[in-house]
């Protein structure tokens, strides 16, 4: 009988509870069945059989069968990487629509949450002006209780013992601390269960968000239902938001659909558009099936010394003083370039291809907008609409590098390498420090086999990248950023090194 009870507990809560001990089982069933006041094993294997379970019976297993062990500030090294990032996300959106929307997945007590809010208090100059929507939830309704009154005590602040005499805290006595009301109110908790619930959900308020940290939560689960969830979750996501899971629970290939933004010990996993995914998961294929084929046999751990790079470094120091993209706009143009970019950031690609269709009947329209078009239609497949309106761009500026650049991109979607390398090739000429150029081009020599070719190319972006700060946006359209492209460049430039047998 517990063998299959703990066959249901599986399919219904998604629990793997293969490597626990069986006199462990037994233990925590015979506390759920003496707390649901049950008659013994049969009853409870019945409540499971049911087509809708109790939620009384969901609840007991989740308090019975997880810990919700959680603090303030738990791990300082994610406290950090999301500090770094939503200082980031702060300057993006105090441009667009000044809404940052983070949820604690799996929040148990509620500490998690309450410390992003804490962050973001002390990064937010005018709290006022912000559409702030933070969430925890938890399938464990005590735990979402504890985290409603906000009463915590010193074990809750054992990673820091100042924060419960600052502004945020009044004492209660007994060692006890409760968050202050203007504080505690900033948060929302609510019941769910991810195997059942339902979610990305427009009436629960569970959609676009720019960060969800599900931590120590996936272990729980069994393979199947831990590439659901995440699943799920990226599509609660909005585009470029970030996935937190703790260390034990980043198992790559479970994010394959997320680009890894590495933080000092940390790794976020961020939320790309399918076709960049698509693009990303074609490069590591193509490199990680070429390299497969070949025995490594040599190995040193120096990278291949960059030679004769140093006149770009000078240019590099004078481009950086300039912004990417030229401030050339006048304020009509950078107010459309807003409503796009906020459209384009929240997937509204029909809406970004519509309005710019619109805009551009009626008048001029800056270069840079229409890149978002570019892109909006390539990303809903539409290549044939994107590419004519790509050439007629090039012909009006026939020496613009981005545009040769997009137009390799978009050759290489529709798998017409040769005239991506082509399109390519010609943005290299216009401009030999086109960072994405480079990675480009050093990818595609990589998967002809043309090692020393693509270790250049690869090098020479590597080199490009590092001395910019991690930060800096490199591809406005996609905020992209030079520490995520360096993350990538070294990654390839990793597995070419190994196939070219520098490194095994
Ligand atoms: C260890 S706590 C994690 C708390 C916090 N995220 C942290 O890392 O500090 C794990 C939480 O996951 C919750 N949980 C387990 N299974 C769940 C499910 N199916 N749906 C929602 N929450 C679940 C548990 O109730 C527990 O509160």
Redesign the pocket.
């Known amino acids: 009988m517990i063998n299959s009870i703990v066959a249901k507990i599986t399919e219904v ?3 793997d509870l293969s490597n626990e001990r069986s006199d462990n089982l037994e233990k925590k069933i015979s506390s759920v069945v003496s707390d649901l006041n049950l008659k013994g094993l049969s009853s409870l294997y019945s409540e499971l059989s049911e087509p809708k379970i109790s939620q009384k019976v969901i609840i007991s297993i ?2 019975h069968f ?6 303030f500030f ?1 791990d300082p090294y994610l406290m950090k990487a999301l500090e770094k990032e939503l200082i980031f996300l702060i300057d993006k959106k105090k441009n667009t629509d000044n809404r940052i929307r983070i949820w ?5 007590s509620g ?2 949450i309450y410390s992003i809010m804490i962050i973001l208090d002390r990064l937010l100059a005018d709290p006022e002006n912000w559409e702030i929507y933070l969430l925890g ?4 309704t005590d ?1 979402i209780n504890k985290a409603k009154t906000g009463i915590y005590s010193s074990w809750s602040f054992r990673s820091d013992k100042n924060l419960p005499n600052s502004k945020y805290f009044n004492s209660c006595g007994n060692e006890k601390f409760e968050l202050a009301a203007n504080y505690r109110n900033r948060v929302r908790f609510h019941f ?4 059942d ?1 339902v979610y990305p959900s427009a009436i629960d308020n569970i959609y676009e968000f720019d960060i969800i ?5 996936l272990m ?2 069994s393979d199947e239902v831990r590439v659901n969830v995440i699943k799920k979750l990226r599509e609660c996501l909005s585009i470029d938001g970030f996935l937190c899971v ?1 260390p034990t629970e980043s198992i790559h290939p479970y994010f394959k659909n997320f680009s890894k933004v590495s933080h000092d010990n940390v790794t976020l996993y961020r939320k790309r558009s399918t076709t960049e995914v698509e693009f990303q998961n074609y490069i590591m294929n193509n490199v990680s099936s070429t390299n497969s084929k070949r025995k490594i046999t040599r190995r040193s751990t120096q990278p291949i010394k960059p030679r004769n790079l140093d006149h770009l470094k000078s240019r590099i120091s004078q481009t950086n003083k300039k912004p990417v993209t030229p401030a050339k706009d006048d304020l009509k143009d950078e107010a459309l370039k807003n409503k796009i970019k906020s459209l384009y950031d929240r997937s509204k690609y029909g809406e970004v291809e519509s309005v710019i269709e619109k805009a551009g009947e009626k008048e001029n329209i800056d270069g840079k907008v229409w890149e978002y078009y570019i892109k909006a239609c390539a990303i809903q497949r539409k290549n044939d609409k994107a590419l004519k309106k790509l050439n007629e761009m090039i012909e009006k500026d026939r020496i613009n590098p981005e545009y040769y650049y997009l137009l390799g991109n978009l050759f290489f979607e529709i798998r017409k390498t040769e005239e991506a390398f082509e399109a390519y090739q010609k943005a290299s000429y216009l401009d030999e420090e086109h960072i994405q150029t480079l990675i480009a081009v050093g990818n595609i020599y990589f998967s002809r086999g043309l090692i020393a070719k693509a270790i250049k190319h690869l090098e020479t972006a590597k080199y490009l990248l590092v001395d910019l700060p991690s930060v800096k946006i490199i591809d406005e359209v996609d905020n992209i950023t030079a520490g995520e492209l360096l993350n990538v460049t070294e990654s390839i430039l990793g597995l070419v090194l190994r196939k070219n047998g520098t490194f095994d």
Do not use: K, P, Q
């Open positions: 809560i998604g629990f989740a308090r997880t810990i919700g062990e959680t603090y738990r604690s997945a799996g929040s148990s500490e998690e939830t938890d399938i464990n735990a769910l269960n991810f195997i619930g940290i599900c931590r120590n939560v729980y689960f703790s």
